[in-house]
C-alpha cells in the first residue's frame, strides 16, 4: 500500500472518531467489520492529479465575433456621418463668410446711400424754400401787373375783330385827352373765354382785358370811366 493511501486512511478514521456525537449510523459504520474494508477501497480510489478544461462555448464566441463586426460597422457608420457632417460644416462655414462679405459690403452701401439721401434731403429742403420764395415774388408781381390792368365790359364779339383797334377806338372816345397816345401806352389787348361762333348771338360777350405801359394813363382812363358811370 503507498503512502499517499494510507495518510488518507489515517485522516478518515481521525474524522470518525470526531463525529462521535452524530448519528446512529455513523457509529455502526464505524464499528462494523466490514468497514476496514470499504475504508480500504476509498482510500485505495485513484484521484485525478489535475482537473479536466472545461468544455469551450464555441456559440458565445460566435456571438462575440459577431458583437466585434457590428461594433466596427457602427465605428464605420459614425465616422461617414463624422466626415460628411465635417464636409457640410466647411460649407456652411464658407458660405456664411461668403454672407458676412456680402453683408459688409450691402452695410457700406446703404451708409453711402444714407449719406447721398442726407444730403440731398438737405438741398430738397433748400429747393423747397426757394420755390415758396418764387411763388410768393410771382404772386407779387402777379398782383403789381394787375395794377396796370383795366377790364372792359360789353364789347361785342365780331368774327375775325380786331380787338386791339376797337379798344383803342373806345379808349378815345372816352377820355379824348389820350387821343393818338393809347397806341403806344396799350401793350396787348386779350378777350377772356372762348370765341363766340354764332354771329348775332344773344349771349353776354367775354370781357376785355387791356395792358396799359402808362400807370398815369390808366389811371386816368379809370377815373374818366368811373366818373362817366356815377
Request: charged share 30%.
Amino acid at each position: 500500500m503507498s503512502k499517499s493511501v494510507e495518510k488518507r486512511k489515517e485522516l478518515w478514521k481521525s474524522l470518525m472518531d470526531v463525529s462521535v456525537d452524530m448519528h446512529d449510523y455513523t457509529l455502526s459504520a464505524v464499528t462494523d467489520p466490514g468497514f476496514g474494508n470499504t475504508l480500504d477501497a476509498l482510500c485505495s480510489t485513484h484521484l485525478p492529479d489535475t482537473p479536466t478544461k472545461p468544455a469551450s462555448k464555441k456559440g458565445k464566441m460566435e456571438t462575440l465575433e459577431d458583437v466585434v463586426v457590428m461594433l466596427s460597422s457602427i465605428s464605420s457608420l459614425i465616422n461617414e456621418c463624422s466626415d460628411s457632417l465635417e464636409k457640410l460644416v466647411s460649407s456652411n462655414a464658407m458660405k456664411i463668410e461668403g454672407l458676412k462679405k456680402t453683408v459688409d459690403f450691402v452695410s457700406a452701401e446703404v451708409k453711402d446711400v444714407k449719406v447721398k439721401v442726407d444730403h440731398l434731403t438737405s438741398r430738397l429742403q433748400l429747393g423747397e424754400q426757394r420755390i415758396e420764395t418764387c411763388e410768393t415774388r410771382l404772386a407779387d408781381l402777379e398782383r403789381y401787373s394787375r395794377r396796370w390792368n383795366l377790364r372792359l365790359r360789353g364789347v361785342s364779339e365780331k368774327e375775325e375783330e380786331n380787338i386791339r383797334d376797337e379798344v383803342i377806338r373806345i379808349r378815345e372816345q372816352t377820355y379824348p385827352d389820350g387821343k393818338g397816345k393809347f397806341s403806344f401806352v396799350i401793350d396787348s389787348v386779350d378777350r377772356l373765354g372762348k370765341k363766340q361762333n354764332q354771329t348775332g348771338s344773344k349771349s353776354v360777350p367775354h370781357a376785355v382785358i387791356v395792358q396799359f405801359t402808362s400807370h398815369i394813363v390808366r389811371d386816368a382812363v379809370w377815373k374818366t370811366a368811373k366818373s362817366g358811370m356815377e
